[in-house]
């Protein structure tokens, strides 16, 4: 044991003589052979806690998906993916297909779906691929054409992937008060509204279907707080808090998933970093992950009990490393890192 301090605190005058007191019962405190054991058992158990929710967020990267139980109907299981024409959307529907799903894509370019449809058609010839027309960012209830069409489906629905979002400002890095009340708008209607009332009025039909899951993509940006895309990182954290709320509304109507009797409705979120798409050419350097990376990551996560999770082990990293930084110094290199990619793109238009 550590021998203990025995200084004589009036030595040192009355201001410093009082600092030196308390630093001498702090530490002959805490070398004594009670507080030496009890920070030795606090020791153990935070590095043992540490080292548990390691493991358990490694386990999650690796362990088998419980997607298949979603593919249960004998008149053939359909999952919906909006926004599926390219980037994430394309990733998911390509996994989905190989799962043994029936897809229904959403996008808003009839021709290039319809191209899509085609290409899938030949790469996958015992699943059904089928399309539906709805611009996300109008406010004319775009969700009604999707759900007429979900009613007209040869099968039951049973996943429905929220995935369609994004920045549709040009320049995309802008003040917000230079963004326009127009884009604003057409913003929260794509990320906000669309996913809010599609999911709506597609909950009677999953709750029907059971077991069904509901999977909804976030950002990290909806985590962070991003400047100069402040509308879009705004969005995003409402389709987290979406989420959880969702899902606790599920579980409040007898509606949790439940493993003896494979009932249930599952919803999920995603905390996405940055990820390569049609719309994101950016590249992170060994945090970035594909489109298919992110959608496979996604899909291997059901079934295991968690609410909100991120794509890839990677991806968690810089989760957590911004847990840990001080707040003013993450919003300080956020900001240095904006500032360059706003001028960076100006350079280009």
């Known amino acids: 044991m550590p021998p203990k ?3 004589d605190a009036k030595e040192f005058g009355p201001s410093v003589g009082s600092i030196v007191q308390i630093f001498q019962r702090t530490y ?6 009670t507080s030496q054991l009890a920070f030795s058992i606090l020791g153990t158990s935070v590095a043992t806690i540490s080292l548990f929710k390691l493991v358990r967020h490694l386990w999650g990267y690796v362990r088998p998906s419980k997607l298949q139980i979603y593919c249960h109907s004998e008149t053939g299981s359909w999952a919906l993916v909006t926004g599926a024409s390219d980037g994430i959307g394309r990733g998911f529907v390509d996994e989905l297909l190989s799962n043994g ?24 010839p015992k699943r059904t691929v089928d399309y539906v027309v709805a611009d996300a960012s ?4 775009p969700e009604l054409a999707v759900l007429e069409k979900v009613k007209s489906l040869p099968g039951k629905l049973t996943i429905l992937v929220n995935n369609v979002g994004g920045i549709n400002t040009k320049p995309t890095f802008v003040e917000l008060s230079n963004i326009g009340a127009q884009s604003i708008d057409t913003q929260l209607n794509m990320n906000i509204r669309f996913p809010t009332q599609l999911t709506a009025a597609l909950i ?10 509901i999977m909804n993509c976030g950002s990290g940006a909806g985590v962070i707080g991003v400047p100069y895309i402040t509308t879009y990182s705004g969005t995003k954290g409402y389709i987290h808090s979406f989420t959880l ?21 599952e919803v999920k979120g995603y905390i996405i970093g940055n990820t390569q798409s049609g719309g994101n050419k950016t590249d992170v350097p060994f945090f970035t992950i594909s489109s298919a990376q992110c959608a496979r990551g996604c899909l291997r996560q059901v079934g295991n009990g968690k609410t909100l999770e991120t794509p890839h082990w990677r991806q968690e990293m810089i989760e957590w490393i911004a847990s840990v930084i001080p707040e003013k110094t993450m919003r ?12 960076q793109e100006a350079k280009e238009l």
Not at 101 to 121: D, T, W
Not at 138 to 141: A, C, K, V
Not at 252 to 265: H, I, L, N, Q
Request: charged fraction near 30%; proline fraction near 4%.
């Open 5 to 7: 301090l025995n200084f």
């Open 28 to 33: 002959n405190a805490w070398t004594n052979d």
């Open 101 to 124: 799903f029936n897809v229904l894509l959403h996008g808003r370019n009839q021709s290039k779906l319809e191209g899509i449809v085609k290409e899938l058609a030949q790469k996958h």
């Open 138 to 141: 109008s406010n004319d209830s």
């Open 204 to 213: 009677p039909a999953l709750q029907k279907n059971q077991p069904s899951l």
């Open 245 to 265: 709320a969702l899902k606790a509304e599920m579980a409040a109507e007898g509606y949790a998933p439940d493993k003896r009797s494979s009932k249930g409705v």
């Open 332 to 343: 300080d290199s956020m900001a240095q890192q904006m500032r360059d990619r706003k001028e």
